[in-house]
């Protein structure tokens, strides 16, 4: 999990508990760095007529990529592709509650 400002600068990254994810940190790192002003910017333009973004799901063969946005900050979420759903509404729910 990485959470970071509306700048996009890292401000916490945290691997889950459990068994090792699939994809290197490094990777992760530098996905983080990047998806998410350019995906929920590109997201964004039709805030107009959507409303606010809430999330961006992305589903690859091999993982699920959830980026929330917040009031104040970003939330990326990278799960394995097996991950049981309810783990990832738990994890929902609780990043809801981040301001």
Do not use: H
């Amino acid at each position: 999990m990485a959470v970071l400002d509306s700048s996009n600068t890292l401000l916490e990254f945290a691997s889950r508990n459990g068994p090792p994810t699939k994809i290197p940190e490094q990777i992760v790192r530098e996905f983080v760095s990047i998806a998410p002003l350019v995906i929920l910017g590109s997201v964004g333009r039709l805030q107009e007529s959507c409303g606010d973004t809430r999330s961006v799901v992305i589903r690859y063969q091999n993982s699920l990529t959830i980026i929330y946005q917040r009031k104040l900050n970003f939330v990326v979420v990278l799960f394995d592709s097996d991950v049981d759903q309810r783990a990832v509404e738990e994890i929902g729910e609780e990043v809801e509650q981040i301001e």
